[in-house]
């Protein structure tokens, strides 16, 4: 089993940066991927990014693309989400994610992955 603990949500102004971490119990010990995804008041849940085993698995959603980050620390177990000029749309509880298996960091009806963590919020200020 894997646990997943995400952290730095809060709020920010339109323009600003949070750098949202993820620490993990354990990286799975074969091929994985693991992302963050997020979910907007009303909305339904969403691929931001993913990364994992491979280069190949790095994947950024096209609203994100040239303002957020992912990184992998796998030595102290955290994953990163670097969120860069930041507008209201990205308000929402952001979930960190592993699959235990190499997956496409896409979401069919909310499902994704093995484990989940509990969520951080962001909230962006106009």
């Known amino acids: 089993e894997v646990q997943l603990v995400e952290s730095g949500g809060g709020l920010v102004q339109a323009g600003g940066s949070l750098r949202l971490s993820c620490a993990v119990s354990r990286f799975p010990d074969d091929d994985y991927t693991i992302g963050w995804f997020r979910q907007a008041p009303g909305k339904g849940r969403e691929a931001v990014s993913c990364?994992?085993?491979?280069?190949?698995?790095?994947y950024y959603a096209d609203s994100v693309k040239g303002r957020f980050t992912i990184s992998s620390d796998n030595a102290n177990n955290t994953v990163y989400l670097q969120m860069n000029s930041l507008t209201p749309e990205d308000t929402a509880v952001y979930y960190c994610?592993?699959?235990?298996?190499?997956?496409?960091?896409?979401?069919?009806?909310?499902?994704?992955?093995?484990?989940w963590g509990q969520g951080t919020l962001a909230i962006v200020s106009s």
């Open positions: 994610a592993v699959s235990v298996v190499p997956r496409l960091c896409v979401i069919f009806g909310n499902s994704w992955g093995d484990y």
């Open positions: 990364t994992g085993s491979s280069d190949e698995m790095l």
